[in-house]
């Protein structure tokens, strides 16, 4: 009797450990299902925030109808260019927008190609380069959809009616903001983009005066007209492009620096680089600016910029830059990043040698000038820049040499 109650209770004691057994992973179970649950509930959130983030990078297909309800049917004109007119438009009573109007009709063959294009430039986002919210491709209407910058472009601050409001230091820091921009374009993004137009009607200022590049990517979107140079393939504008866009030279992110450096003279001066009412010597501002380095004195060039003396270092600085900038041959030019530096004088920036010497005598440019072995240059130039003649860089320069 004691032998068969030990048996059942022995039994018992585990067929009780089995049931708590089986309870606890039960339980472990459950709650590594729960735990699981709550991880790719976890995951779909952020997969779908990570898909609603994507979606919102890419630019937004508008309708024409969409666009003529936002801009009052193109009404309120902020100006026109190469590409054709900008409106002033609103979306929900909240968002303005710059559209964009382009020239000439949407041919469906190409539509692939445009919002390839347009897909890239939607999706560059820096600081200092204006946003592309989206974009319209119909038979009757092929437009761009920009952030809206409230103080238009720049060139209104230097050369119109607005040219006090904006003081040196304010300009500076516009010049070195526009650098980030175009380095940016240049070296940080996937694929390179050259921007091919840069001057003061694409620099565009938003309501705190932070300047932002307009118009990136669209070289390669439309043929300019009207103001934009034919010539070789419809690039750059006159007074801005670089030699090598005027010549069956390669052309490369280097015609963007030498666009900048024009830029920057014209930041330094408050004027327009070529002003045929000025005395002659001053008429091309940049030689002008080179000969007041030549003989190593800024003082004219203080007073007639009307640039307080406590600048006289960070000008000096920007016309050096300037100088790099614009030299004839593209290798010898630095990168934007580097630009960048000497702005901010964050580098010494050697002695420049003379830009402009080409278009006055009969030049051999040197293959191993001592500058072309400065810190900033890249590696052995794709093209071969000696000349034995004469060579004017542009039409407008050639101009304006001839009449020196
Ligand atoms: N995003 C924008 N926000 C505000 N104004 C703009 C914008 N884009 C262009 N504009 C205005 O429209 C003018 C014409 O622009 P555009 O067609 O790019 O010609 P361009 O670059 O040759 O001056 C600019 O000079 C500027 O005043
Ligand atoms: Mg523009």
């Given at each position: 009797?004691s032998?068969?109650?030990g048996?059942i209770?022995?039994?018992i004691?585990?067929?009780?450990v089995l049931?708590?057994?089986?309870?606890?992973?039960?339980?472990?179970?459950?709650e590594?299902?729960?735990n699981?649950?709550?991880?790719?509930?976890f995951?779909?959130?952020?997969?779908?925030?990570?898909?609603?983030d994507?979606a919102k990078?890419k630019?937004?297909?508008?309708?024409?109808?969409?666009?003529?309800?936002?801009t009052?049917?193109?009404?309120?004109?902020?100006g026109?260019g190469?590409?054709?007119?900008?409106?002033?438009?609103v979306f929900?009573?909240e968002?303005?927008?710059?559209?964009?109007?382009?020239n000439?009709?949407?041919?469906?063959?190409i539509?692939q190609?445009?919002m390839a294009?347009?897909?890239?430039?939607?999706?560059?986002?820096h600081f200092?380069l204006?946003r592309?919210?989206?974009?319209?491709?119909?038979r009757n209407l092929r437009?761009l959809?920009y952030?809206?910058?409230?103080n238009?472009s720049?060139d209104?601050?230097l050369?119109?009616?607005?040219?006090?409001?904006l003081?040196?230091e304010?300009?500076?820091e516009?010049a070195?903001a526009?650098a980030?921009g175009?380095?940016?374009?240049?070296e940080?993004c996937q694929?390179?983009?050259?921007?091919?137009?840069?001057?003061?009607g694409?620099?565009?200022?938003?309501?705190?005066?932070?300047?932002?590049v307009?118009?990136?990517?669209?070289?390669?979107?439309c043929?300019?007209?009207?103001?934009?140079?034919?010539?070789?393939?419809?690039r750059g504008?006159?007074g801005?492009?670089a030699?090598?866009?005027?010549?069956?030279?390669?052309?490369?992110?280097?015609?963007?620096?030498y666009?900048?450096g024009?830029l920057l003279?014209?930041?330094?001066?408050?004027?327009?680089n070529?002003?045929?009412?000025?005395?002659e010597?001053?008429?091309?501002?940049p030689r002008w600016?080179?000969?007041?380095?030549?003989?190593g004195?800024?003082g004219q060039?203080m007073?007639v910029?009307?640039?307080d003396d406590?600048?006289?270092?960070?000008?000096?600085?920007t016309?050096k830059?300037?100088?790099?900038c614009?030299q004839?041959?593209p290798?010898?030019?630095?990168?934007?990043?580097?630009?960048?530096?000497m702005l901010?004088?964050?580098?010494?920036?050697?002695?420049?040698?003379n830009?402009?010497?080409?278009?006055?005598v009969?030049?051999?440019?040197?293959n191993?000038?001592?500058?072309?072995?400065?810190?900033?240059t890249?590696?052995k130039?794709?093209?071969?820049l000696?000349?034995?003649?004469?060579?004017?860089?542009?039409p407008e320069?050639?101009?304006a040499?001839?009449s020196?």
């Amino acid at each position: 009797m004691s032998s068969s109650s030990g048996v059942i209770s022995t039994v018992i004691v585990i067929v009780m450990v089995l049931v708590i057994m089986i309870v606890i992973g039960l339980r472990r179970r459950a709650e590594a299902i729960r735990n699981n649950a709550h991880l790719s509930e976890f995951l779909t959130t952020t997969m779908d925030k990570f898909l609603h983030d994507m979606a919102k990078e890419k630019p937004i297909r508008f309708t024409s109808q969409q666009l003529r309800i936002a801009t009052d049917n193109f009404t309120n004109l902020l100006g026109s260019g190469g590409f054709g007119a900008v409106y002033k438009g609103v979306f929900n009573n909240e968002t303005t927008v710059a559209v964009k109007v382009l020239n000439g009709t949407s041919d469906k063959r190409i539509e692939q190609q445009f919002m390839a294009e347009v897909g890239t430039i939607g999706r560059v986002h820096h600081f200092n380069l204006v946003r592309l919210y989206g974009f319209c491709f119909e038979r009757n209407l092929r437009a761009l959809v920009y952030e809206y910058m409230m103080n238009g472009s720049l060139d209104k601050f230097l050369f119109g009616e607005q040219k006090i409001l904006l003081g040196f230091e304010k300009l500076h820091e516009i010049a070195i903001a526009t650098a980030k921009g175009i380095a940016y374009l240049h070296e940080e993004c996937q694929h390179r983009i050259i921007h091919y137009d840069i001057k003061p009607g694409n620099i565009l200022l938003d309501a705190n005066f932070f300047p932002k590049v307009a118009d990136f990517g669209l070289a390669k979107l439309c043929n300019r007209e009207n103001t934009h140079v034919t010539m070789t393939g419809g690039r750059g504008t006159p007074g801005y492009a670089a030699p090598e866009l005027w010549m069956p030279y390669p052309v490369t992110h280097k015609c963007d620096v030498y666009s900048f450096g024009m830029l920057l003279f014209e930041i330094i001066g408050r004027r327009r680089n070529l002003d045929t009412e000025l005395p002659e010597s001053q008429e091309w501002f940049p030689r002008w600016v080179w000969s007041n380095i030549e003989n190593g004195d800024l003082g004219q060039l203080m007073e007639v910029c009307k640039i307080d003396d406590k600048n006289r270092e960070t000008t000096e600085r920007t016309i050096k830059t300037a100088l790099w900038c614009v030299q004839y041959r593209p290798e010898l030019r630095p990168l934007m990043s580097m630009v960048v530096k000497m702005l901010e004088g964050a580098v010494e920036i050697p002695a420049p040698s003379n830009p402009f010497g080409h278009l006055l005598v009969e030049t051999q440019i040197p293959n191993n000038s001592i500058f072309a072995n400065t810190t900033w240059t890249e590696s052995k130039s794709t093209s071969d820049l000696t000349e034995s003649k004469l060579i004017c860089a542009t039409p407008e320069i050639e101009a304006a040499c001839s009449s020196a």
